[in-house]
């Protein structure tokens, strides 16, 4: 009886010790930094495979895993919505399965938290290359022109390649 008593005194000690630690890291703020992480981590891993696909021209597949990215993408963004790099993203994978028009204002929300990021000035003029809006995609070469970066570089190449003037 004694033994049976301590027993169950001793189980209940332990569950409550692993039920406190549970509690307490599901409530840190790391824990949660670490899953946002995760999730922009996967998500760009998604995009990555998405553009070999692309390459290949398996398009469908391809906007799967956009999609799926999105996905991540949005759920890392509830968590941080000071975070250009993920807005970046958002707008690179709703730009890729066609949807321009959300695309543009995720990249906007995102130059409003870094004017001067160039992965999404880069993509930004891209958009608007896509959606003949030479104009606008010269105004983001423009921003990138100090930088001495390979958005710049990879901006211009595709307005050259659309055959307009650059300014």
Not at 49 to 57: P, V, Y
């Amino acid at each position: 009886m004694l033994k049976s008593t301590l027993m169950k005194k001793i189980i209940i000690l332990l569950f409550s010790i692993l039920l406190s630690t549970s509690l307490m890291a599901a409530g840190s703020d790391s824990s949660s930094d670490s899953s946002k992480d995760s999730l922009y981590d996967d998500a760009v891993k998604l995009v990555k495979r998405a553009g070999k696909l692309e390459k290949k021209e398996k398009l469908d597949k391809a906007k799967k895993l956009y999609a799926q990215a999105f996905s991540k993408l949005e759920k890392a963004y509830k968590s941080d919505k000071k975070n250009p790099d993920i807005l970046n993203y958002m707008g690179y994978t709703t730009r890729k399965v066609g949807n321009f028009e959300q695309a543009e204002k995720f990249y906007l929300e995102g130059l409003k938290i870094k004017p001067n990021h160039n992965g999404i000035n880069e993509y930004l003029g891209e958009l608007y290359v896509q959606t003949n809006q030479i104009e606008k995609a010269n105004e983001r070469l423009a921003v990138l022109k100090n930088c001495n970066c390979k958005e710049y570089n990879e901006l211009e190449l595709i307005i050259k390649n659309k055959g307009v003037k650059i300014y």
